[in-house]
Nanobody, 125 residues
Framework: QVQLVESGGGLVQAGESLRLSCVAS????????MTWFRQAPGKEREFVAAIRWSGGSKYYADSVKGRFTISKDSAKNTVYLQMNSLKPEDTAVYYC??????????????????WGQGTQVTVSS
């Protein structure tokens, strides 16, 4: 049984930081992308950052490049999203996803059959 469990969301002020965690179980991550998406109220779910489990290549949305960092701990089957210099527009539910995406599709929601329950991030101005 595949399970992705996110944690670390919360309420912060603009300019502050948060670190999200996602623990994966029930799958062998070697050929997977582990990816963070987010969804704000009334908006579509959008790509934030991805990491290729094998090799560790990282990919970011332009809106978070330079502020967010994705990383992994292979021993713990955990992926992290360090979010610095948070802005009110970063407010959303953040989801962790796992899938055998390829480099041209890692940013697409449809590439991921496995999803966590989401964690709320709220940034006040």
């Amino acid at each position: 049984q595949v399970q992705l469990v996110e944690s670390g969301g919360g309420l912060v002020q603009a300019g502050e930081s948060l670190r999200l965690s996602c623990v994966a179980s029930g799958l062998s991550l070697g050929s997977y992308f582990m990816t963070w998406f987010r969804q704000a109220p009334g908006k579509e779910r959008e790509f934030v950052a991805a990491i290729r489990w094998s090799g560790g290549s990282k990919y970011y949305a332009d809106s978070v490049k330079g502020r967010f960092t994705i990383s992994k701990d292979s021993a713990k089957n955990t992926v992290y999203l360090q979010m610095n210099s948070l802005k009110p527009e970063d407010t959303a539910v953040y989801y962790c996803a796992a899938g055998r995406a390829i480099v041209s599709t890692y940013h697409q929601v449809r590439s991921y059959p496995n999803w966590g329950q989401g964690t709320q991030v709220t940034v006040s101005s």
